[in-house]
T-cell receptor, first 115, second 108 residues
Framework: DAGVIQSPRHEVTEMGQEVTLRCKPISGHNSLFWYRQTMMRGLELLIYFNNNVPIDDSGMPEDRFSAKMPNASFSTLKIQPSEPRDSAVYFC?????????????FGPGTRLLVL | GQQVMQIPQYQHVQEGEDFTTYCNSS?????IQWYKQRPGGHPVFLIQ?????EVKKQKRLTFQFGEAKKNSSLHITATQTTDVGTYFC????????FGAGTRLTVKP
């Protein structure tokens, strides 16, 4: 099993640019999570999907952030326009069942730096 | 909403000393999970506790779930340099909330 796949692994961009992060969950997992991790705020849940449907997006910081899951094997997190304070590591995770259930398997993360 | 508090934020120990991190929830949990994140890595699942008062062991690691299912602890006996990393608890009650993590450093 390849595990959760994220791309890109690193992204450096300038303020105002659009950033798109991608995630491929583990096959057979029906829940997908996007997290943001910083030293100051720790690990924050941004949004999670169950069966491709967004269930809880209360963690999405503001309208500049959007996430989609067009099918069971792909999700994107988009930031438009990006700002320096968006610099963080963004993790995608997947699991079987709902958020209150099974083990979450994390991808390697995307390290985003917004200049 | 549900909040999960974890202490301490940092812990530095000499190799061979014991280490404990504590997790407290504002609400009763259906279960709690523990994860470890190595420096530069991603969180990796360690264990899940479900039953009130449950105790589980993994070699030198001992996990406990409180009787009221609102708190949990992870204890490492005789730490080694390979134990370095951040340990997160994640409380589940219809949704999962991660604690802030305890960052463990070990001096050889």
């Amino acid at each position: 099993d390849a595990g959760v796949i994220q791309s890109p692994r690193h992204e450096v961009t300038e303020m105002g640019q659009e950033v798109t992060l991608r995630c491929k969950p583990i096959s057979g997992h029906n829940s997908l999570f996007w997290y943001r991790q910083t030293m100051m705020r720790g690990l924050e849940l941004l949004i999670y999907f169950n069966n491709n449907v967004p269930i809880d997006d209360s963690g999405m910081p503001e309208d500049r952030f959007s996430a989609k899951m067009p099918n069971a094997s792909f999700s994107t997190l988009k930031i438009q326009p990006s700002e320096p304070r968006d610099s963080a590591v963004y993790f995608c995770a997947s699991s079987r069942g709902l958020a209150g259930g099974g083990t979450q398997y994390f991808g390697p993360g995307t390290r985003l730096l917004v200049l | 909403g549900q909040q999960v508090m974890q202490i301490p934020q940092y812990q530095h120990v000499q190799e061979g000393e014991d280490f404990t991190t504590y997790c407290n929830s504002s609400t009763t949990l259906s279960n709690i999970q523990w994860y470890k994140q190595r420096p530069g890595g991603h969180p990796v699942f360690l264990i899940q506790l479900v039953k009130s008062g449950e105790v589980k062991k993994q070699k030198r690691l001992t996990f406990q779930f409180g009787e009221a299912k609102k708190n949990s602890s992870l204890h490492i006996t005789a730490t080694q340099t390979t134990d370095v990393g951040t340990y997160f608890c994640a409380g589940n009650n219809n949704d999962m909330r991660f604690g802030a993590g305890t960052r463990l450093t070990v001096k050889p």
